[in-house]
């Protein structure tokens, strides 16, 4: 089933997936062009359309290279690999009443900030025994240094992709970062199902 289109800007870099009626909506006004579909049609009282799952844009959107999101805990987790940056564990091998959350390496209340350098993954067990203290204060120190993720990573980390999106990010980016994340969904697919699973197409 297709969750989303993927929208490629005029120079067919993957953009953001976009849900099927905005999709045909850029259709519809000139906006985009359909470049793949699914074999099926979509009808109204006057038009039918194939299915689009990938759609580009006729106008070029000039997007910044590098930019900085804000962080979430879906785009921490993904970048820290679902792994407690302390004691190692996976969200897989934590116990029942355990839970990844988000620690800062300089607490809030010392002057810390939101940003992805000093933010980590922490299993809640940590997170408590770390408390409002520094890293050098305690002795416990993240397994790898935060830094900020490469902007296709925040962009496509979480986004279930179909084999015919994923091409594109492939064509696009390369296929090391199309497999990074591709392991990605793989580690998150095992989280919702209670196993590993491997989505590559």
Request: aromatic residues 8%.
């Amino acid at each position: 089933m297709i969750v989303g289109c993927l929208a490629l800007n005029a120079s067919f870099e993957p953009l953001t997936m976009v849900p099927l009626k905005r999709a045909l909506r850029l259709v519809i006004d000139g906006k985009a062009e359909i470049v793949e579909a699914d074999g099926r049609l979509v009808r109204s009282e006057r038009l039918a359309f194939p299915r689009p799952v990938v759609i580009r844009l006729t106008k070029f959107i000039h997007v910044p290279r590098r930019f900085r999101r804000q962080v979430t805990n879906t785009f921490l987790f993904a970048r820290d690999r679902y792994r407690c940056q302390y004691c190692g564990r996976g969200s897989l091998d934590l116990r029942p009443r355990e839970s990844l959350t988000r620690d800062h390496l300089i607490p809030l209340s010392r002057g810390g900030t939101n940003e992805w350098t000093n933010v980590v993954t922490a299993c809640s067990a940590c997170n408590t025994r770390k408390a409002n203290r520094l890293p050098s204060e305690i002795g416990m120190h993240p397994l790898h240094a935060p830094v900020e993720p490469h902007f296709v990573h925040l962009s496509w980390a979480v986004r279930r992709l179909t084999p015919t999106q994923a091409r594109y990010i492939r064509l696009f980016y390369g296929a090391d970062v199309l497999h990074q994340l591709e392991e990605i969904e793989a580690r998150t697919a095992g989280r919702r199902f209670g196993g590993n699973a491997d989505l590559r197409a």
